[in-house]
């Protein structure tokens, strides 16, 4: 399926650390998100990188994207206490460009 | 202006009773997603309205549930005889597709926390 998977599914780094969660999908995409989730609610758009793009960054955020691996990583650099939270990567893509999502990797930063 | 907006924020039933929920999504987006999400679960897809195509309903779990949007505005999802597996975070989310018809961000409501008792 075209739905993309995060590894590792729990993460824990002392403050200050970087913090790197990996994703991975099955089919050819269009574009791939990652968002962030606090409290099980509502998720937030973090960063989208297109499928002819490679790397992206967004303040402290850095997201790679290797289409011939289909894989794509989300780097959180110095992090801090509020970091603490979910983390999905989405994928678009196939016939009806539908966004799929994985199933998460909660990150826990450590004071 | 305004986001993604849903309601009641949430609901309390009992076992075997219907519920409604509602999605307003943001004005012009003409994707429509409806997910649920357990207690420490990932997001579990339900069903994708885009524009005026026939909904991808193939994430619905079972003839209970069901979802409606009119035109590209207001959906809502029904759950019928509700079940006590039902109980969940239900989260809508709308984007928009650009001229080359390529889905961008989603933009998410703060979710409907269903609970049956």
């Known amino acids: 399926s075209q739905q993309g998977e995060e590894d590792p599914q729990a993460l824990s780094i002392q403050e200050g650390e970087n913090a790197t969660m990996n994703c991975s999908y099955k089919?050819?995409?269009?574009?791939l998100q990652w968002y962030r989730q606090n409290s099980g609610r509502g998720l937030v758009h973090l960063i989208l990188?297109?499928?002819?793009?490679r790397e992206k960054h967004s303040g402290r955020l850095r997201v790679t994207l290797d289409t011939s691996k289909k894989s794509s990583s989300l780097l959180i650099t110095a992090s801090r206490a509020a970091d603490t939270a979910s983390y999905f990567c989405?994928?678009?893509?196939?016939?009806?460009?539908?966004?799929?999502f994985g199933k998460g990797t909660r990150l826990h930063i450590l004071p | 202006g305004a986001g993604v907006s849903q309601s009641p924020s949430n609901k309390v039933t009992e076992k075997g009773k219907d519920v409604e929920l509602r999605c307003d999504p943001i004005?012009?987006?003409?994707?429509l997603y409806w997910y649920r999400q357990r207690l420490g679960q990932g997001l579990e897809f339900l069903i994708y309205?885009?524009?005026?195509?026939?909904?991808?309903k193939s994430g619905l779990p079972s003839d209970r549930f069901s979802a409606e949007r009119t035109g590209e505005s207001v959906s809502t999802l029904t759950i019928q005889r509700t079940q006590q597996e039902d109980s969940a975070v239900y989260l809508c989310?709308?984007?928009?597709?650009?001229?080359?018809?390529?889905?961008?961000?989603?933009?998410f409501g703060p979710g409907t926390r269903l609970l049956v008792l």
């Open positions: 089919t050819s995409i269009n574009n």
């Open positions: 990188i297109r499928s002819n793009e």
């Open positions: 309205f885009q524009g005026n195509s026939a909904p991808d």
């Open positions: 989405a994928t678009a893509g196939g016939r009806d460009d539908k966004i799929i």
């Open positions: 989310a709308s984007s928009w597709r650009t001229s080359g018809s390529k889905q961008e961000t989603q933009y």
């Open positions: 004005s012009g987006h003409t994707a």
